[in-house]
């Protein structure tokens, strides 16, 4: 088109196409830029699959306010027990993965629950992203004091003697303890016979009567009875002794290399939440769990201090949900 001495050319389609599509590009990536800058500009919402005044509280909600504090934002502590977890699960899981909402992650949710049940509502490993653990709380082998063994290696050999005569209690069939049990009998090869309570705490009081002879229980549940010498433990299913139970060894320093069980918590997101949001989180994460008020609670709770990568958190529980679930098919306990 000439107009006077001058000539207007109309840009051609595709070339206004792509001068829209790389500006809008541009401005998204200032924008993204510009938000995980910013993160978090409103409230957290951590999810606990438990109800209040219990063992993770007293521990996840310390972690949680030195957060809030690096942050510079509260975050809101939600109890939403029942279900084994998997209401808090659930939740989590269909939330919006905007980098708000979180769960606090436990073998409940994310083996157990997901391992006993038909209708879990969630895929445990494709539907979170999970960030990092806070630590590692190991599962001890507990004894009335009047057990002729002392030790894990003593047990066992007393055990190999008297098949089926040495009983285990459980707070239920399918429960951590009786899956701890289900695999030290297959590990070691011994018979035992195991005795199902409905809940831990009866259990532990048919052992501390001396009713039953053994039971595998958190290491923070067994620690008062034990500096109180109603119980002695005979061994640490971890990687390493408590610091607040020095003399008592682990499995495998007795020799056992092939066993372990221990419980752990940390933090997960809905799945799609983004990549900048996990990062930061867990470098905030990491610096609470190593701030020594926050590490020494947990050594007293009966933990081990433990922060993970968010890819070594995923295959680590990816292994778990697959290494349990082979014993229970193993042993017939099934979905119900």
């Not at 082998?141 to 459980?170: C, D, Q």
């Given at each position: 088109?000439?107009v006077?001495?001058?000539?207007?050319?109309?840009?051609r389609r595709?070339?206004m196409?792509?001068?829209?599509?790389?500006?809008?590009?541009?401005?998204?990536?200032?924008?993204?830029?510009h938000?995980?800058?910013?993160?978090?500009?409103?409230?957290l919402?951590?999810?606990?699959?438990?109800?209040?005044g219990?063992?993770?509280?007293?521990i996840?909600?310390?972690?949680?306010?030195?957060?809030?504090?690096?942050?510079?934002q509260?975050?809101?502590y939600?109890?939403k027990g029942?279900?084994?977890?998997?209401?808090?699960?659930?939740t989590v899981?269909k939330?919006?993965?905007d980098g708000y909402?979180?769960?606090?992650v436990?073998?409940n949710?994310?083996?157990?629950?997901?391992?006993?049940?038909?209708?879990?509502?969630?895929?445990?490993?494709?539907?979170?992203?999970?960030?990092?653990?806070?630590?590692?709380?190991?599962?001890v082998?507990?004894a009335?004091?009047?057990?002729p063994?002392?030790t894990?290696?003593e047990?066992?050999?007393?055990?190999r003697?008297?098949p089926?005569?040495?009983?285990?209690a459980?707070?239920?069939?399918?429960?951590?303890g009786?899956?701890?049990?289900l695999?030290?009998?297959?590990?070691?090869?011994?018979?035992?016979?195991h005795?199902?309570?409905?809940?831990?705490?009866?259990?532990?009081?048919e052992?501390?009567?001396g009713r039953?002879?053994?039971m595998f229980?958190n290491?923070?549940v067994?620690?008062g009875h034990f500096?109180?010498?109603?119980?002695?433990?005979?061994?640490?299913a971890?990687?390493?002794?408590?610091?607040?139970?020095?003399?008592?060894?682990?499995?495998?320093?007795?020799?056992?290399?092939?066993?372990?069980?221990?419980?752990?918590?940390?933090?997960?997101?809905?799945?799609?939440?983004?990549?900048?949001?996990?990062?930061k989180?867990?470098?905030?994460?990491v610096?609470?769990?190593?701030m020594p008020d926050?590490?020494?609670?947990?050594?007293?709770?009966?933990s081990i201090?433990r922060?993970?990568?968010?890819?070594?958190?995923?295959?680590?529980?990816r292994k778990?949900?697959?290494?349990w679930g082979k014993?229970?098919r193993k042993?017939?306990?099934?979905?119900?």
């Amino acid at each position: 088109m000439q107009v006077g001495k001058f000539r207007i050319t109309r840009p051609r389609r595709n070339d206004m196409v792509r001068r829209i599509l790389m500006a809008a590009l541009a401005a998204g990536a200032v924008t993204g830029v510009h938000a995980q800058g910013n993160y978090p500009t409103k409230s957290l919402r951590w999810v606990i699959p438990y109800a209040p005044g219990g063992g993770t509280d007293v521990i996840v909600r310390p972690i949680a306010a030195k957060a809030s504090e690096l942050l510079g934002q509260s975050i809101v502590y939600e109890n939403k027990g029942g279900a084994g977890g998997i209401i808090a699960a659930d939740t989590v899981a269909k939330a919006e993965p905007d980098g708000y909402t979180f769960l606090v992650v436990a073998p409940n949710t994310h083996i157990f629950a997901t391992l006993l049940n038909k209708k879990v509502p969630y895929d445990p490993v494709k539907d979170f992203a999970m960030i990092t653990k806070f630590d590692l709380t190991p599962n001890v082998l507990i004894a009335h004091p009047s057990f002729p063994p002392n030790t894990a290696k003593e047990m066992i050999a007393y055990a190999r003697a008297n098949p089926g005569k040495v009983n285990f209690a459980s707070s239920g069939a399918g429960s951590g303890g009786h899956l701890s049990i289900l695999l030290l009998q297959d590990t070691m090869k011994i018979d035992v016979l195991h005795v199902p309570y409905k809940g831990a705490g009866p259990a532990v009081l048919e052992v501390l009567a001396g009713r039953n002879d053994l039971m595998f229980i958190n290491a923070a549940v067994a620690m008062g009875h034990f500096k109180a010498g109603k119980l002695k433990v005979l061994g640490f299913a971890g990687p390493k002794r408590l610091v607040t139970m020095p003399d008592v060894p682990t499995f495998e320093e007795q020799g056992f290399v092939d066993f372990e069980s221990s419980n752990f918590k940390g933090l997960a997101a809905p799945a799609k939440t983004p990549r900048s949001v996990i990062n930061k989180l867990r470098e905030v994460l990491v610096k609470v769990v190593n701030m020594p008020d926050i590490n020494a609670r947990l050594i007293a709770g009966g933990s081990i201090p433990r922060t993970t990568t968010p890819e070594e958190f995923a295959e680590e529980n990816r292994k778990e949900v697959e290494r349990w679930g082979k014993l229970m098919r193993k042993h017939g306990i099934l979905p119900q």
